[in-house]
């Protein structure tokens, strides 16, 4: 009798341990799934996430530790502005192999089995730093956003040309790339998540205080003051926070940072001047302060209602590239523009 009644027990026990086994190495499988992914016209093969990684650029740099993945990251470089305040104390246990672009030899000197690039042209056909056939002859993987191959024909112009016009839909790719590679989905799906927020609240506010017939432009930097700037073409990020204020951009080329000459930009007279802000100092154009000072003193430029009335904006030069900081340029000029003044005119 009381065997009888054990039997049912013991096989119910049974099956309950072989469902956890085979939880387990479902898990266990799960993390150790191949991966493949279609980047920028190249296939990236790794058969676990990778464990070292070596980033060139700030905006896969910043996306990985807003993923908690930066202590797979082993060395960083090509630093526009300082790393987000919120990610201080894990950047500064990590190497910067260099500020601007670092060598080939640098990158591989690190052993990493994944390299992240924010342009094509640092790790591409152009190989600034190295071509990619180079990276998987040592076999080592490497990743280029795929902001960069998405509405963007990244082969033209020095920074690219615009196909469409950008959307965050852009970074939330470069997202779910990062985050596909290294099998933290969630995580990516959970950051997307809070930016969509974000952007709905930016862009309510946005069509509250537009103000309409208004006109801009951004410049981003120079090689030299007094030569022709580097500013956003149209369908850029710049753009796309102009286009979502209702607000014209001068500049009327698909280059993504074309060099327009200063007298082209005051005869268009724009409204209102952002300028970008940065710690970089590759050119001379980079230093904000420099930029204010020429604006003012350019027999040119000083004429300019813009500086006249001193409606010049200063932003983050992250904001204004496909970055997580993007967001923050939007929701910035959706609060500075609301409160320019434009009854003089």
Known sequence: MMLSRLLPFS???????????MSSVALSQEKTRAITLNNCGEKIHLATPPERVVTVGQASTEILYSLGLHDKVVGTSNWFTNVDPKFQHVNAKIERIADNFPSFESVVSKKPDLVTADYLFSIGPQ???GKREQFNALGVNTYVQASQCTNQ???RGTDGVRIAMFSLDNLYQNIRDL????????????????IKKREAAAINKAQAQS???????FWYSSAALGVDPWVAGRKSVSDWMLSTLGIDNV?????????VGWESIAKANPDFIVVAQMSRRRFEGDDYKKKLEFLRTDPVTKEMDAVINNRIIVMDALAMDVTLRSINGLELLSDVVSKLDFSGE
């Open 211 to 217: 103000k309409k017939d208004l006109s801009a432009v």
């Open 251 to 259: 500049v009327d080329s698909d280059e993504v940072w074309p060099m």
């Open 179 to 194: 985050s596909y590679l290294f099998a933290v989905e969630d995580r990516g799906e959970a950051l997307i998540n809070d």
């Open 153 to 155: 024909d990244s082969t």
């Open 127 to 129: 190989g600034v730093v």
């Open 11 to 21: 096989r119910t026990l049974l099956f309950a341990s072989l469902l956890t086994s």
